[in-house]
């Protein structure tokens, strides 16, 4: 596990290379890096923004240590005198960053460091990589919402995730999409999402037979969810039926099914309980689900009451990347930008308006320059001011999940559906394209 403390060492060579040459040049005024991207993952009609907030807490408590300098020492890459400098090194910058959860589409920045040059050019790795996987998450995590339409969906994902940071930074951005519990237990405690498991088919396998499991775990755990399809699941269910009529104090919450045809399993199993008077009892399935299963198992009928996920989400197997950039837009008061084909950026520091139906839905996201006016909601907001974090900030994250997934509703029935959606309209100033039309002639001159 990496410790905060060695934060600092997480770049890759050319930015500490890069922030000596910097350095060694006396290039000291201030740079505008925007983070931001060029294009929708495949199979998303938006990115739920996630961590950019939170690493900016990071940032303002970044120090190059003693031993991180003798380190870099080794690579006989570095100059004593600026690895002397990045031991004095203190973020000195700002931060603006949109609020954590909220649903962004292309070229919209996510946040916008404001800094000397080489304090800004450290950052890159680390803000990518820390907004990046929280961002992939809950983008993916959010269309389980969508699917389960108002059903519960509990996290089962950590075991296949990539490395347990990522399993459990993973379960913050869940609770920001909006799931129901996860069965991670210390994320859980540390993100306040509810905590829920039922059992391994390893448990009842132990037993000799699966009736003396399922009593041990009730008399231990009332009101437990039963892992029903060990062996023969209706089977499984008749003998239940008959156990809770014998003895009526005993008390369980619910089964799950893991395998088979889903739909007809949870048919047949909710008959078999509702025929005997449990209509109280609860079908929750697992197994290999993601969006397209659940909503196909939802518009079936199926009488399913909540959905366990684990690979999809964990691994967002379908769409495991966000081609994050993470790009120079001014320095020394001069707009800066990439001209090179399909990477073309905009220059300048930029602020996101975010404009609304009157039925309260999103209707336009406009991009204008950071001093603009423009009718709308900003969406940029300062959290971090002469490398000290704002007053509230971070936020409280009841206070987060419930702003996000107040914007979350605000989304247009199509961007919540599973296909894909119409380009979103995001809308450029006149500012900014003439902005953009005069840099790209010095840049190409």
């Known amino acids: 596990m990496i410790k905060q403390d060695d934060l600092p060492l997480m770049v890759d060579l050319y930015e500490l290379a890069m922030a000596q040459a910097y350095w060694a040049e006396g290039m000291v005024d201030t740079a505008v890096f925007s983070l931001f991207f060029r294009e929708l993952p495949e199979n998303r009609n938006f990115v739920l923004a996630c961590g950019q907030q939170h690493i900016a807490e990071l940032i303002s408590q970044l120090r190059f240590t003693g031993d991180h300098a003798e380190r870099l020492r080794q690579l ?22 949109v609020a ?19 304090e800004a050019q450290l950052l890159e790795s680390l803000i990518m990589n820390y907004v990046h996987l929280e961002s992939v998450l809950a983008s993916k995590a959010v269309r389980l919402v969508f699917a389960a339409d108002g059903r519960p969906v509990v996290d089962f994902g950590m075991r296949r995730m990539h490395g347990l940071d990522s399993a459990h930074r993973g379960v913050k951005a869940y609770r920001l999409a909006g799931l129901s519990g996860t069965s991670n237990v210390l994320a859980g405690l540390d993100f306040g999402v509810d905590v829920s498991g039922t059992m391994a088919h390893s448990f009842v396998q132990a037993y000799p037979d699966e009736m003396e499991a399922f009593k041990v775990y009730a008399r231990l755990y009332p009101g437990t969810t039963l892992l029903v399809d060990t062996y023969d699941t209706r089977r499984a269910v008749r ?9 009526p104090d005993v008390h369980i919450g619910g089964i799950r099914l893991d395998s088979g045809e889903l739909e007809k399993e949870a048919m047949d199993c909710r008959k078999i309980l509702d025929d005997a008077g449990f209509t109280d009892v609860k079908i929750m399935v697992s197994g290999g689900l993601n969006e397209y299963s659940v909503a196909a198992l939802r518009q079936g ?16 197997k379908d769409s495991p990347a966000i081609e994050l950039a993470y790009k120079l837009t001014e320095y020394a008061g001069e707009p800066k930008m990439k ?46 001011a002469e490398g000290e974090l704002l007053p509230g900030y971070p936020q409280p994250l009841y206070d987060q999940v419930t702003r996000s997934h107040e914007m979350i509703a605000a989304l ?16 450029f100033t006149d500012y900014l394209r003439c902005l953009r039309t005069e840099t790209l002639k010095k840049v190409s001159t």
Do not use: C, H, M
Request: no cysteine.
């Open 239 to 247: 003998r239940i039926v008959d156990w809770l009529r014998q003895e």
């Open 339 to 384: 001209s090179s084909p399909g990477k073309v950026s905009w220059p300048g520091a930029k602020q996101v308006f975010r404009q609304f139906e009157a039925d309260g839905l999103i209707a336009r996201d406009i991009i204008a320059g950071v001093e603009e006016k423009v009718d709308g909601t900003p969406l940029l907001e300062t959290v971090l």
């Open 412 to 427: 247009p029935n199509q961007y919540r559906d599973l296909e894909p959606a119409a380009t979103f309209p995001v809308e």
């Open 100 to 118: 954590e959860g909220t649903p962004l589409f292309p070229q919209e920045p996510i946040l916008e460091v404001t800094a000397p040059i080489a």
């Open 76 to 97: 006989n890459r570095f100059q004593p005198e600026f690895l002397d400098w990045l031991k004095d090194f203190r973020f000195s910058g700002s931060i603006r960053a």
């Open 301 to 316: 009928g199926a009488p399913i009451d909540g959905f366990g996920v684990g690979t999809a989400i964990g691994a967002a």
